[in-house]
């Protein structure tokens, strides 16, 4: 069992930044590809960004590409989400999940093939 943990959300000013953690618990980390989801209200979960097992390859959505970064340090088990220039449609729940079976961009941008989830963080950015 892993259990994720977020933290960093919080209100925000459209253009500013925030910086979301994801602690994970357990020695297996590094054998989980990860990935940062949102959800507003009254609508589904998206994908937002995925990381692969040992950071190498990263994935975007169309929406946060070259504003988001994830990012992780698997010697300290977190996996991070650095976001700038926010705007206020990034409004939203954000969740971070590991996966054991998706490393590709068709694996990790799909929320049913991760097996663990976090509570969420709430990030609202003000116009």
């Known amino acids: 069992q892993v259990q994720l943990v977020e933290s960093g959300g919080g209100l925000v000013q459209a253009g500013g930044s925030l910086r979301l953690s994801c602690a994970a618990s357990?020695?297996?980390?590094?054998?989980?590809?990860m990935g940062w989801f949102r959800q507003a209200p009254g609508k589904e979960r998206e994908f937002v960004a995925g990381?692969?097992?040992?950071?190498?390859?990263?994935y975007y959505a169309d929406s946060v590409k070259g504003r988001f970064t994830i990012a992780r340090d698997n010697a300290k088990n977190t996996v991070y989400l650095q976001m700038n220039s926010l705007k206020p449609e990034d409004t939203a729940v954000y969740y971070c999940?590991?996966?054991?079976?998706?490393?590709?961009?068709?694996?990790?941008?799909?929320?049913?093939?991760?097996?663990?989830w976090g509570q969420g963080t709430q990030v609202t950015v003000s116009s």
């Open positions: 990381v692969t097992r040992r950071g190498v390859s990263t």
């Open positions: 999940a590991g996966t054991t079976v998706g490393n590709t961009w068709l694996t990790l941008s799909v929320p049913s093939k991760y097996d663990y």
């Open positions: 357990g020695r297996t980390f590094s054998s989980y590809a």
